[in-house]
């Protein structure tokens, strides 16, 4: 999906002034901190994956979504994810009604469950009967895509060729996962001249973007 979240290779948005990774804090300010804890708790009831929170943000109004910070996307995000699965209702959520009880079937991590959960992450390696499509080396084009879900192919390189360097094996596939569905599929490292991406040669005369095969048609 093209929205306000799909920034990558855009004009005419302003200089980036990003702050020294030395000075910057882990958050600017506690409600981010809390934002970040109630995403990573609420993840961990199992209603919702990863590829699923990523779209909750990103089906804001672009206007919305470019007026937030990151924690306040984060938020927005979270908020859709709690209501759409009947953790809490719209009025919960804006302090008009008080709480009502969880529902039985929510499973809560313990203490030791969490700390697990943390340290192992969810790992997207998937083992597939198929073998690749593309081989290294191999010349391919990225698939111009106008879907309203859930996409890892970002805009600007969509349309583009580019040059097939790593296959890394079967992964979970985003777009289907985003849905609920979960299915794999092979992922590669593509490499693109800035010429190829921006019509014009730069310092960084190559990029390498990590892209699934459906994305991928051959030369």
């Not at 306040?72 to 302090?95: A, D, F, Q, T």
Request: hydrophobic fraction near 35%; charged fraction near 25%; include cysteine.
């Amino acid at each position: 999906m093209h929205g306000g979240h799909d920034l990558g290779g855009k004009q005419g948005l302003g200089p980036i002034n990003p702050e020294p990774e030395s000075e910057e804090p882990v958050f600017h300010s506690d409600w981010e901190r809390r934002v970040f804890a109630l995403t990573i708790a609420t993840g961990m009831l199992g209603k919702w994956n990863i590829d699923q929170s990523r779209y909750a943000r990103e089906r804001q109004h672009p206007i919305d979504y470019l007026k937030h910070s990151y924690y306040e996307n984060w938020y927005e995000g979270v908020s859709k994810l709690l209501i759409e699965n009947g953790l809490v209702s719209k009025e919960e959520l804006l302090g008009e009604s008080t709480a009502q009880p969880a529902s039985p079937d929510i499973r809560v991590p313990s203490q030791d469950d969490a700390k697990k959960i943390l340290t192992s992450g969810g790992p997207t390696l998937m083992q597939l009967d198929i073998e690749p499509k593309f081989n290294i080396g191999e010349k391919i084009r990225v698939v111009k895509s106008y879907t309203y879900g859930h996409t890892r192919a970002p805009a600007y390189v969509q349309g583009c060729i580019g040059e097939i360097a790593i296959q890394h094996g079967g992964h979970v596939f985003p777009d289907s996962n985003a849905r609920g569905q979960l299915a794999g599929e092979h992922l590669y490292a593509v490499c693109f001249s800035s010429r190829e991406l921006w019509g014009t040669e730069h310092d960084n005369s190559e990029v390498f973007i990590d892209l699934w095969e459906p994305y991928l048609v051959a030369v």
